[in-house]
T-cell receptor, first 112, second 117 residues
Framework: KQEVTQIPAALSVPEGENLVLNCSFTDSAIYNLQWFRQDPGKGLTSLLLIQSSQREQTSGRLNASLDKSSGRSTLYIAASQPGDSATYLCAAITGGGNKLTFGTGTQLKVEL | GAVVSQHPSWVICKSGTSVKIECRSLDFQATTMFWYRQFPKQSLMLMATSNEGSKATYEQGVEKDKFLINHASLTLSTLTVTSAHPEDSSFYIC?????????????FGSGTRLTVV
């Protein structure tokens, strides 16, 4: 059974700081790994998706890496802004792409 | 593209009544949709997989008679919480596979906050 863990559970940083969010999964036979953002009381917004054959993906100030052999993915946020404050969730996609297992989430607060 | 719309965004109902939540794919057809439940400060837990034209597949521990899923068309799946009780209060979110294919991940609705009083 796939288990996904995220650390830290919560993070508070000053504006402008670069930060790294960690995601680890127990079953390395993943199809894809997807990072999401969730604002309070809202649905999920997809940030980045890394296919199993890829090592990283970039979108603006976000960079996500994937190391299947070690069961890890990281989300790097450059020059953080207050608008980045949200909960970040990673999801390991298995079962031929048909099953998502979510991590426990990292609650990020970027302060002025 | 690949927008999933969920309605209502919030609902309050009395204990014992039933509530229907709709999930629509706005600009694509979705033969499969997924329903998740999220408790406060917890992650999403898959409840069931909704298949167009056939019965839903429920995860272990999810009562199929309690959470009725209907996927009657390629753009609409509904979740009905029957005889709701306060412990059913939660955040429910639906999702669909990106129409470009599973290699492009999943897109999610905006969620429905259900409060049973």
């Amino acid at each position: 059974k796939q288990e996904v863990t995220q650390i830290p559970a919560a993070l508070s940083v000053p504006e402008g700081e670069n930060l790294v969010l960690n995601c680890s999964f127990t079953d390395s036979a993943i199809y894809n790994l997807q990072w999401f953002r969730q604002d309070p009381g809202k649905g999920l917004t997809s940030l980045l998706l890394i296919q199993s054959s890829q090592r990283e993906q970039t979108s603006g100030r976000l960079n996500a890496s994937l190391d299947k052999s070690s069961g890890r993915s990281t989300l790097y946020i450059a020059a953080s802004q207050p608008g980045d404050s949200a909960t970040y969730l990673c999801a390991a996609i298995t079962g031929g792409g048909n099953k998502l297992t979510f991590g426990t989430g990292t609650q990020l607060k970027v302060e002025l | 593209g690949a927008v999933v719309s969920q309605h209502p965004s919030w609902v309050i109902c009395k204990s014992g009544t039933s509530v229907k939540i709709e999930c629509r794919s706005l600009d694509f057809q979705a033969t499969t949709m997924f329903w998740y439940r999220q408790f406060p400060k917890q992650s999403l837990m898959l409840m069931a997989t909704s298949n167009e034209g056939s019965k839903a597949t429920y995860e272990q521990g999810v009562e199929k008679d309690k959470f009725l899923i209907n996927h009657a068309s390629l753009t609409l799946s509904t979740l009905t919480v029957t005889s709701a009780h306060p412990e059913d209060s939660s955040f429910y979110i639906c999702s669909a596979v990106n129409p470009r294919g599973m290699g492009y991940g999943y897109t999610f609705g905006s969620g429905t906050r259900l409060t049973v009083v």
